[in-house]
C-alpha cells in the first residue's frame, strides 16, 4: 500500500537535508509531498535534487503568493484525495516528528490516528517548559470547550485513510497558522457518517536547526478558533 506524506513548510531546507532521505529509505512505500511557502532559503533546489534522486516519489509545490500553513496544508490534502492516496501521514519539517512514529499511525485501526504527545507512553523531548505549559493550558481549554477526551488536538503529527481525505478534499480554512489543526480536527468530528480518532503515544522533540514559527499571535488565532467552532458544532461528536 503506498502512502504519502506531506510537509507544509517555511524556511525549512537544513530540516528537509536530514530528514528526506531518512524517510525515503525508511519507507520505500511512501511517496512525498513538500509544499512551501515560497522560501528564500534554497529550497527549491534542494526538493529538484531530491526529486531526481527519488524518481516519481517526491513532489514539491512552490506557493509565491499568500503564504500559509493552513493553505499550504488544504493543499496537500487536495493532492492526496486527486491521486487516490490510500493513508495520508501529515507531518512537520522541523524534526519534531519522528520518523519512526509513522509506522504506528499507519498501523492503526481508525480513520484518523492523531500522534499524541499526551498519552501513555508519550516522550516530549528538549521541549522549552514555557513551551509545554502553553500548549498543555491550550489542549485543556478546547478539552473543556468542547468537552472532548482527546487530549492533543494541536499536534500536526497525523494520519488519515481515505474516508477521512474524502472528508478533507473540500476543506476551507479561515487560519493562516496552526490554529489549523483544530479546523481540520473539528471538520472530520462534524461529519454525518461518524470517523473513528485515535490518539498514538509518540516522540515529540524539539526542533535543532531553524527558528520556530510559533508566536503568541498563532496561540490567540488557535484559541480564538476553538471558541468559534464550538459554537457550530451542529453535528461534531467531541467525545469520539
Not at 209 to 215: A, D, I, R, Y
Request: with cysteine; aromatic share 10%; proline share 2%.
Amino acid at each position: 500500500m503506498r502512502f504519502l506524506v506531506i510537509i507544509p513548510c517555511f524556511k525549512e531546507m537544513e530540516n528537509l537535508r536530514v530528514l528526506i532521505p531518512k524517510l525515503m529509505e525508511t519507507y520505500t512505500d511512501s511517496d512525498l509531498l513538500v509544499i512551501d511557502d515560497n522560501s528564500n532559503d534554497q529550497t527549491e533546489p534542494l526538493m529538484d535534487a531530491y526529486a531526481r534522486s527519488y524518481t516519481n516519489r517526491i513532489y514539491y509545490i512552490c506557493r509565491k503568493s499568500d503564504p500559509s500553513y493552513a493553505e499550504s496544508l488544504c493543499e496537500g490534502f487536495k493532492f492526496a484525495y486527486e491521486n487516490n492516496y490510500q493513508k495520508l501521514i501529515q507531518m512537520d519539517a522541523d524534526g519534531s516528528h519522528a520518523v519512526s512514529d509513522i509506522k504506528l499511525l499507519i498501523q492503526a485501526n481508525t480513520n484518523i490516528a492523531i500522534g499524541s504527545r499526551y498519552k501513555t507512553n508519550s516522550r516530549i523531548i528538549n521541549v522549552p517548559i514555557i513551551r509545554q505549559i502553553i500548549s498543555i493550558v491550550g489542549n485543556v481549554y478546547i478539552s473543556l470547550l468542547w468537552r472532548t477526551l482527546i487530549r492533543d488536538k494541536t499536534n500536526g503529527f497525523r494520519c488519515y485513510d481515505q474516508s477521512a481525505i474524502l472528508k478533507l478534499s473540500d476543506f476551507k480554512t479561515n487560519s493562516k497558522g496552526f490554529a489549523v489543526q483544530i479546523e481540520v480536527l473539528h471538520h472530520l468530528l462534524a461529519t454525518k457518517e461518524k470517523l473513528k480518532i485515535s490518539e498514538i503515544p509518540i516522540s515529540f522533540q524539539f526542533r535543532n536547526l531553524g527558528e520556530s514559527k510559533f508566536n503568541v499571535d498563532k496561540l490567540l488565532e488557535a484559541l480564538k478558533t476553538a471558541t468559534t467552532l464550538v459554537t457550530r458544532k451542529k453535528n461534531a461528536n467531541y467525545k469520539t
